[in-house]
C-alpha cells in the first residue's frame, strides 16, 4: 500500500514538472517583426512575441493587446475619424511582417504623422 501510494507520488510529481516544462517550450501565438520609417528621419525595428509578450519592443504587453484586439488581422487598424491629430504632414511607414497562430502576416501603412499612426494602432507603433 505504501509503495503505491509512493509511485502515485512520484507519478503526480513527475506530472506537474512535465506540463509546466511543456508550457515554456510553447512557441508563442504571434511573432513580428515591425519596421517604422519616418521622411527624411531614422528607421527603427522591433520584434514583438505574443502570448507569451516578449521581444525588443518598448511595450510588448501593450503592444500585442492591440494584436489581440484585432484578431491578428491588422488590417482593421484605422485611424479613427475623431483622433484630432491634425493637418502636419511628416509621413511615416510601418511594415509588419510574421506570424500570428501560424498564419502570415504581412502588412503595410502609411501615415499622414506621428499623431495618426499613434492614434491608429497605439502602443504597438510606438
Known amino acids: 500500500m505504501m509503495r503505491t501510494i509512493g509511485t502515485i507520488a512520484l ?17 508563442p501565438k504571434g511573432k513580428f517583426k515591425i519596421v ?4 527624411n528621419g531614422p528607421t527603427r525595428g ?5 502570448s507569451p509578450d516578449s521581444g525588443t519592443h518598448p511595450h510588448p504587453r501593450a503592444a500585442c493587446d492591440v ?5 491578428g488581422d491588422l488590417t482593421r487598424i484605422h485611424v479613427p475619424a475623431d483622433s484630432g491629430c491634425g493637418l502636419e504632414v511628416k ?12 498564419k502570415k502576416v504581412q502588412w503595410s501603412k502609411g501615415y499622414r504623422n506621428f499623431c495618426a499612426m499613434q492614434a ?5 507603433l510606438s
Open 36 to 39: 517604422i520609417a519616418v521622411k
Open 46 to 50: 522591433a520584434t514583438l512575441h505574443c
Open 67 to 71: 494584436v489581440r484586439k484585432v484578431g
Open 91 to 102: 509621413p511615416y511607414a510601418v511594415m509588419i511582417t510574421g506570424t500570428w497562430r501560424g
Open 11 to 27: 507519478c503526480a510529481a513527475f506530472l506537474a514538472c512535465s506540463s509546466s516544462a511543456a508550457q515554456a517550450a510553447r512557441p
Open 120 to 124: 491608429a494602432a497605439g502602443k504597438l
